[in-house]
């Protein structure tokens, strides 16, 4: 491991760290409004200053990040099982199945993610908790982002079905599930921890592109795309500095996911 | 000896001075006259038919374009006379004369006569135009006619009583029956020269404008308007910044506040508009929400504790940080003329609010509140996605009503979701939206009020009313739109307002302030709240060359 890795486990670990001792680091809560002190800048008793309603910033920091960040890679597991289902087993199959399946997945691909993700978030019930909102909202993610993933595996899953050591698993009378699951899905692995761990940042920065247009998790719940939803009219970064810190908090944990992955785990 | 020389410098001293304060006035009146106004159009103008008009973008060019028989001012809301000199409304409401100025020609060279005025009122009303200004013509079966009596005198006979009717003649920019130009043909103080589309609308000053100033001089006083069509907010308070702008029609009160503090004479808060923002309940009978649920909606007692627990003068402060008002009611206290005076904002009263709720058999159980039937009082409110200040109030309102037990989701929804739910589906519980009142007269509000209306909100299209309170709203709104004479008109819709309050189908949160910013390079200039708010007296404003070369 690089050092670049080192630092980049690290920064990660310890935001995750951090946003876990949220409710000890930010006893105000996410959701307190301080009527008194909106918009306030950093003070001793919030950190990072207050939100336009009066809630605390480093607060809601924390719990933005606790959420993105536990729930982006739930969305990234959700959307990586499907992928391999969809894409490594049609690799696997060959023949009409691969091409039907590419098919499908370049269909799914050419649809406008962005209005699909809208036009489905419009469809849910409305009396849902903020909880289950951002559930709801994440598992959305991971079921419409399996497209891309998909193409990959089965195009891995694919040349494995060629590869000598799968015919020669064939030649001594191993068929079906058996074979997938003994010969073909272990050495599938690295392609899915590679897709896996693409798909995180993948699903924060929709879940902040949700969060932007106002469609992301139900308030008073914090995400880090309703915490940069702030950052619209801004027109200087030299009037409130502090608000950019959900964006810099941003750039370094997808930087960090970024870095964790090997060339090897990306090339493969 | 001395006294003289010293008397004859003293004249002469007198004299450089005059000399010197009359140079000075001269050159100021010509530094006054003259330039190029520049602002910017939210979006791409939809047409310049003045008859066809039904979007910010052409409406303003509208304004600046179009002559008009009379005119509301925006100041004092009082009607003024324009290409019209006077007029008389019939003891039956349904005729109108006009006594027309004389002398006067469109931008082409054309004569205005009563034969325009004709010819544009038969244009207005043809059904196949679709025009949406000449739908407020529309007050009974039968057709809107024109009696020309004499080149400078014309009567419009309408087959039905229209209240207010003089009024609406502000929206009718007068056409030439005989210009081959058409539409480009104006009666206005500047006409459209150029227009790149996505880009920008050129108007320049209508050299046969027929006003002219105190001093006789021809209005209006400047040369050309640039309308530069952009919809970015920050690249237009960017522009404004750096001088490229003179104006901002309407600002939001974050930019509003940026403005004010590093150029505080620029940023102007005319007080409250005519607009609102405000909730209700979705009370339509085949909606699909719970029967207990409508039970609570249908409650005036439940929607009157909500309205009691939400703190209004929090979302002023708060939300558009003190340039909003508590709202009474369905009339802003800017309107003049149609607002109750008798009417308050509801005081925030959690207490009050929770023993109405009592009163009606709901009751608090472990910091929650549930209804006679053990159900928990939970609701969604939906509003829009993308408009920061209503999501802000939904939130507030989510805390306030916390206090109470009420447990709040807030949903925001893309526009086209949020109007097939409220509209078609009813697939919702309550819901946040706003008003842009553009209209000072209630006839502009009878979409809404009668029961039989598409936007009668809680329970729109009613065969017949479905309440008492409904069906007393109906009459007075009926009532008022069936007579001119205004003092009945007032005492009925006073009476709608009073019955708005008592019952609250919708709780009315904020009156937004009309905010606007005007460079210092503008003079003349005097922002109101109705719109436009900053160049309703476009002829009369005058640009400083010296101010604007310095910024």
């Known amino acids: 491991m690089n050092a670049a890795r080192k630092l980049a486990c690290v920064v990660v670990v310890a935001v995750c760290a951090v946003s876990l001792g949220a409710n000890w680091l930010a006893p105000s809560g996410y959701a307190r409004q301080f009527r008194d002190a909106p918009s306030a800048p950093p003070s001793h008793q919030h950190f990072l200053g207050t939100d336009e309603v009066g809630r605390d910033r480093f607060a809601r920091v924390l719990y933005g990040t606790r959420i993105s960040l536990l729930l982006a890679p739930a969305a990234a597991l959700v959307s990586t099982v499907l992928a391999a289902m969809v894409g490594g087993l049609a690799g696997y199959m060959g023949g009409i199945w691969l091409r039907l399946a590419r098919g499908f997945t370049d269909l799914f691909l050419s649809l406008p993610w962005l209005f699909l993700l809208i036009t489905v978030r419009a469809l849910l019930p409305l009396n849902v908790s903020p909880l289950v909102s951002v559930l709801i909202t994440f598992l959305i993610l991971g079921l419409l982002g399996w497209a891309a993933s998909a193409r990959v595996l089965s195009t891995s899953a694919d040349a494995l079905r060629n590869s000598d050591f799968v015919l020669q698993a064939r030649a001594s009378g191993l068929h079906g599930p058996r074979l997938f699951l003994v010969h073909v899905l272990p050495n599938l692995k690295p392609v899915l921890y590679a897709q896996f761990w693409i798909s995180i940042p993948v699903f924060i920065l929709s879940e902040a592109n949700l969060g932007i247009l106002g469609l992301g998790v139900a308030e008073p719940l914090p995400s880090w795309g309703s915490l940069l939803r702030e950052l619209e009219g801004l027109i200087s970064f030299r009037e409130e500095p502090w608000r950019l810190v959900p964006l810099l908090l941003l750039i370094v944990v997808l930087t960090s996911f970024q870095l964790l992955l090997s060339n090897e785990e990306v090339t493969v | ?551």
């Open chain 2, 1 to 551: 000896m001395n006294t003289k020389m010293n008397g004859r410098r003293a004249f002469l001293r007198f004299l450089f001075c005059f000399a010197l304060v009359s140079l000075a006035l001269t050159s100021s009146a010509f530094s006054q006259t003259g330039g190029e106004l520049r602002f910017c159009l939210r979006s791409e103008p939809k047409t310049f038919d003045p008859l066809l008009v039904d979007d910010d973008s052409s409406l303003a060019i509208r304004y600046l374009t179009g002559g008009v028989l009379v005119r509301a001012n925006r100041k004092t809301q009082d009607l003024e006379p324009e290409l019209a000199e006077s007029w008389k409304v019939s003891k039956d409401g349904k005729q109108i004369t006009f006594k027309l100025r004389r002398g006067i020609t469109f931008s082409d060279g054309s004569p205005f006569s009563s034969e325009d005025v004709a010819f544009t009122m038969q244009r207005l009303m043809d059904p196949a135009l679709h025009s949406s200004t000449g739908d407020a013509f529309r007050s009974g079966s039968g057709t809107v006619s024109s009696k020309i009596i004499a080149p400078d005198q014309i009567a419009i006979i309408f087959p039905a009583p229209l209240a207010g009717l003089e009024r609406l003649f502000d929206q009718v920019a007068i056409m030439s029956a005989h210009s081959p130009k058409k539409e480009a043909a104006v009666l206005g103080p500047f006409l459209v020269a150029e227009y790149k589309a996505g880009s920008s609308v050129l108007l320049r000053r209508n050299p046969n404008y027929w006003k002219k100033d105190s001093q006789g001089h021809r209005l209006p006083y400047l040369d050309s308007i640039r309308l530069d069509i952009q919809s970015n907010r920050d690249v237009e308070m960017l522009r404004f910044k750096r001088g490229e702008l003179d104006l901002i029609n309407v600002l939001d009160s974050d930019y509003f506040d940026r403005l004010a503090a590093s150029s505080p004479g620029l940023a102007h808060d005319a007080g409250a508009s005519l607009d609102s923002d405000f909730m209700w309940f979705n009370q339509v009978a085949s909606a699909p929400i719970p029967a207990y649920k409508r039970a609570w909606f249908r409650s005036a007692n439940f929607r009157r504790a909500i309205s009691q627990a939400i703190n209004r003068e929090d979302l002023s402060r708060v939300v558009f940080n003190g340039h909003a008002q508590p709202a009474v009611g369905p009339v802003s206290p800017a309107n003049k003329f149609w607002f109750n005076s008798k009417l308050k904002a509801e005081p925030y009263r959690p207490d009050a609010a929770l023993k109405r709720l009592q009163a009606d058999g709901f009751h608090l159980q472990n910091g929650a509140l549930f209804d006679k039937g053990g159900n928990a009082v939970e609701f969604s409110i939906v509003t829009n996605a993308g408009s920061k200040p209503r999501e802000r109030m939904a939130v507030m309102a989510q805390e306030d009503l916390g206090k109470l037990g009420i447990k709040v989701n807030v949903v925001t929804l893309d526009f086209p979701s949020l109007i097939e739910r409220i509209s078609q589906k009813f697939n919702y519980e309550a819901a946040m939206l706003g008003f842009r009142n553009v209209d000072l007269d209630p006839n502009g509000q009878m979409n809404i009020w009668l029961s039989s209306a598409e936007n009668h909100a809680w329970s729109p299209q009613q065969k017949s009313p479905e309440t008492a309170w409904e069906a007393e709203i109906d009459r007075l709104m009926r009532a008022q739109a069936s007579t001119a004479d205004p003092k009945k008109r007032k005492e009925s819709f006073d009476r709608v307002q009073e019955i708005a309050a008592e019952q609250a189908p919708f709780i009315y949160l904020v009156n937004q302030n009309a905010l606007s910013a005007v460079s210092g390079a503008v003079e003349g200039a005097n922002p109101g709240i109705l719109s436009p708010q900053t160049f309703w007296n476009a002829e009369r404003l005058t640009l400083n060359a010296g101010t604007r070369a310095s910024r």
